[in-house]
């Protein structure tokens, strides 16, 4: 069974930093590009940003852009996003997930960060 | 790539059909997901691929199209239906999102 269990998540001042993780389990971590997504309270879905295979991170969105950091332990079959200067604004539920090449897509049950 | 979902909002009694649409800003062939979100809940998949139904969700819940025009349909409203659908792009890296549908009760 496909798991993905986020965790790092909880209360942080504004310019503070949080560190979230995402265990996987039950597929190929080390096979799947990967992606953190976060809803704002009473707001819609957005992606934040996605980190190859083979660690090269491919985009993130311009909201997160040298605040944000993804990164992966293919060896742990973790993933990573490193929060720095965070503000109110990052207030969320932050979800790990990834998509198989048939375009089915897993996600985790979220962690949430406040910014207080 | 924009995901233009509409309507933004509809009211609807149990037993009505349902339907919420999307919109890509370009081709994304048939890599559009469908979510089903209720209030303190995590995105419940509902349709990959846009036609493929998840394992476990009703058959009343159907999708459809390809390329730009995507069709999410509830046959038949339920009460445990009324909650908020997005739908997802995944063709690109960059995933994107529509805004949202809220169903509520006429």
């Known amino acids: 069974e496909v798991k993905l269990v986020e965790s790092g998540g909880g209360l942080v001042q504004p310019g503070g930093s949080l560190r979230l993780s995402c265990a996987a389990s039950?597929?190929?971590?080390?096979?799947?590009?990967m992606h953190w997504v976060r809803q704002a309270p009473g707001k819609g879905l957005v992606w934040l940003s996605c980190?190859?295979?083979?660690?090269?991170?491919?985009g993130s969105a311009d909201s997160v852009k040298g605040r944000f950091t993804i990164s992966r332990d293919n060896a742990k079959n973790t993933l990573y996003l490193q929060m720095n200067s965070l503000r109110a604004e990052d207030t969320a539920v932050y979800y790990c997930?990834?998509?198989?090449?048939?375009?089915?897509?897993?996600w985790g049950q979220g962690t949430v960060v406040a910014v207080s | 790539i924009q995901m233009t979902q509409s309507p933004s909002s509809l009211s609807a009694s149990v037993g009505d059909r349902v339907t919420i649409t999307c919109r890509a800003s370009?081709?994304?062939?048939?890599?559009l997901n469908w979510y089903q979100q209720k209030p303190g809940k995590a995105p419940k998949l509902l349709i990959y691929?846009?036609?493929s139904l998840q394992t476990g969700v009703p058959s009343r819940f159907s999708g459809s199209g390809s390329g730009t025009d995507f069709t999410l349909t509830i046959s038949s409203l339920q009460p445990e239906d009324y909650a908020t659908y997005y739908c997802?792009?995944?063709?690109?890296?960059?995933?994107?999102f529509g805004q949202g549908t809220r169903v509520e009760a006429k």
């Open positions: 039950g597929f190929t971590f080390r096979n799947y590009r």
């Open positions: 997930a990834f998509a198989t090449p048939a375009g089915k897509p897993y």
């Open positions: 997802q792009q995944i063709d690109s890296t960059l995933w994107t």
């Open positions: 691929a846009s036609s």
């Open positions: 370009q081709n994304i062939d048939t890599y």
């Open positions: 980190i190859d295979s083979d660690g090269s991170i491919t």
